[in-house]
């Protein structure tokens, strides 16, 4: 019964396979030894945090700058276009601040319409000054 149980357990634990570079495994942010799974990068979630804002951050202010005016342009078209489609001036744009040199891309369609995308929402000239605000379906 138990003790056979046991006898097994006591075993298997023979062949569990050691890892000795576990032992010397050190957190990527601190340096601190790590205890623990044997795929562990951090010793803990501060360190994990820090280490891959440092890495994903934008590395210049020219990139921050950019990735600045393209939020900024989202941001007002997002409250421009409540409702996914509507109808601005260039003045009303302009008066928020949206800047018309950045955007994400742009689509050319088969009628000859231009739409010029920050993210998922985009804009189209109209005549008059007028603009064509629009959601993209993602």
């Given amino acids: ?3 056979l149980a046991y006898a097994q357990f006591a075993a298997l634990e023979c062949f569990v396979p050691r890892n000795d570079k576990n032992m010397t495994k050190t957190c990527l942010e601190c ?14 979630d501060g360190c994990r945090n820090a280490y891959n804002n440092k890495i994903n951050k ?7 700058n950019i990735n600045n005016k393209l939020r900024k342009n989202y941001r007002i078209l997002l409250a421009l276009n409540v409702d996914g489609k509507s109808k601005t001036t260039r003045a009303k744009l302009t008066s928020k601040g949206f800047d018309f040199d950045y955007f994400t891309n742009i689509l050319n369609t088969k009628t000859g319409n231009t ?3 920050l ?5 189209m000239q109209l005549e008059n000054d007028y603009y064509m605000l629009v959601k993209k379906d993602i």
Wanted: a positive charge; hydrophobic letters at 20%; glycine letters at 10%.
């Fill in 31 to 44: 340096n601190e030894k790590i205890v623990g799974r044997e795929d562990k990068k951090f010793c803990s």
């Fill in 119 to 123: 993210y998922d929402q985009g804009y």
């Fill in 1 to 3: 019964g138990m003790r």
């Fill in 115 to 117: 739409y010029y995308f």
């Fill in 58 to 64: 934008d590395s210049t202010n020219y990139m921050r």
